[in-house]
Structure formats: C-alpha cells, structure tokens
T-cell receptor, first 115, second 116 residues
Framework: AQTVTQSQPEMSVQEAETVTLSCTYDTSESNYYLFWYKQPPSRQMILVIRQEAYKQQNATENRFSVNFQKAAKSFSLKISDSQLGDTAMYFCAFMKPRGGNKLTFGTGTQLKVEL | DARVTQTPRHKVTEMGQEVTMRCQPILGHNTVFWYRQTMMQGLELLAYFRNRAPLDDSGMPKDRFSAEMPDATLATLKIQPSEPRDSAVYFC??????????????FGSGTRLTVV
C-alpha cells in the first residue's frame, strides 16, 4: 500500500516570503501522480498543483511550484510571495492509475501566513 | 466553473437516526469518491465509483454505511443507524480517470455531520 508522509504539522511564514512544505511517499509503482491540495478555513479542498511521475520537469502554477525528486520519493511544494490568503491546511496526495485512481492523502501541514 | 454539489452542508442528528448525504458530481466525470475527514484519522477513503459501478467500499463500516449511485448525477452516502463516532466532515469528489491517465479531482464543500 502507498503511504504519504508530511512531517511538518505546522509552519508559518511572513507575508511576501517563500516557504517550502515537505512531502515524501512510498510506492513501488513507476507510473503515478502527485498532487497538492489546499484546505482553507472554509474547508473547501482546492487542487493547487499536479505532477506526473514520468515527467522530469517540475510543475508550476503561478506562485506555486514543486520540487519532484523521483528517486528520493520526495515532492515538496514551494510557495513564493506568500499572501494572507495562502493560510490553509495543505495536503500532499498520491494516486496511481492502476488500482482505481484513488487518492491517498498525507496528514497535512497547517500553514499560517503572518503580517 | 463546474462544481461538485453536496447537500446538506451541515447536519445534526441524534444517535440511532438515519442520515443521508447527497452529491451531484460534475457532468462528464466518470469517477466519484466519498472521503471522511476527522482530526484523528485525517482524510479516509470510504468508497468510490467508476461509471456508476462501485469499485471499492472497503473503507466503510459495512454494517451501517452504504453508498450508491442511482444515476450519473447523484451519489448518496447513507448511515443507519448513526453513532457519535460518525461525527466528521464527509466529502464527495469527482473526476475523470482512466487506467493510464489521471487528473486532479474536484471536491465538494463537504457535509459536516454531528451525531449527538
């Protein structure tokens, strides 16, 4: 079974600064997908970014980018120019197409952006 | 933007009562999930459907939980009888997936269930 580990329960960052959230995973699959979801206090789960394992290029979405290290099974999220609206719980998730495409989530990192 | 619609948003019920949560997935999505979120267990997969057929419901307590998709526009999660330990936020998510390609799933706003 796949496992996803987020070792930072809480983090804080000053507005306009850069922060990196860590995620590691364990799998024997070669074809899989990794995601970061954001859950603000409204509790809505919002997809932030998606990475395909067979692509070496790191995914980027505006201020959000990832550092995907396939050999190390590491998938960190970098948020640049942090904004107050980035305050949320961030979940790393793993999915493999074989076996039903179900998402396996980490335990989350609570990020607080401060003035 | 297309949305996954969940109802009700909040539900308070007494122990032993039946609870039904509903989800309208995004039109055209072939996969629907039910997740439960608690502080202690995080996000747990309860059940999911592909093209309306149940693929896996091993995460559900079978004696009290049931999940169905009577048609492509409606997924339901039922708890009967409900217990205080069922108190949680229940999310529905839908997406388009194949055995070789996967896209991110869209989540509904969740149903916060409180069983007293």
């Amino acid at each position: 079974a796949q496992t996803v580990t987020q070792s930072q329960p809480e983090m804080s960052v000053q507005e306009a600064e850069t922060v990196t959230l860590s995620c590691t995973y364990d799998t024997s699959e070669s074809n899989y997908y990794l995601f970061w979801y954001k859950q603000p206090p409204s509790r809505q789960m919002i997809l932030v970014i998606r990475q395909e394992a067979y692509k070496q290029q790191n995914a980027t979405e505006n201020r959000f980018s990832v550092n995907f290290q396939k050999a190390a099974k590491s998938f960190s999220l970098k948020i640049s120019d942090s904004q107050l609206g980035d305050t949320a719980m961030y979940f790393c998730a793993f999915m493999k197409p074989r076996g039903g495409n179900k998402l396996t989530f980490g335990t989350g990192t609570q990020l607080k952006v401060e003035l | 933007d297309a949305r996954v619609t969940q109802t009700p948003r909040h539900k308070v019920t007494e122990m032993g009562q039946e609870v039904t949560m509903r989800c309208q997935p995004i039109l055209g999505h072939n996969t629907v999930f039910w997740y439960r979120q608690t502080m202690m267990q995080g996000l747990e997969l309860l059940a999911y459907f592909r093209n309306r057929a149940p693929l896996d419901d091993s995460g559900m307590p079978k004696d009290r939980f049931s999940a169905e998709m009577p048609d492509a526009t409606l997924a339901t999660l039922k708890i009967q009888p409900s217990e205080p330990r069922d108190s949680a936020v229940y999310f529905c998510a839908s997406g388009l997936a194949t055995p070789t390609v996967a896209y991110g799933y869209t989540f509904g706003s969740g149903t916060r269930l409180t069983v007293v």
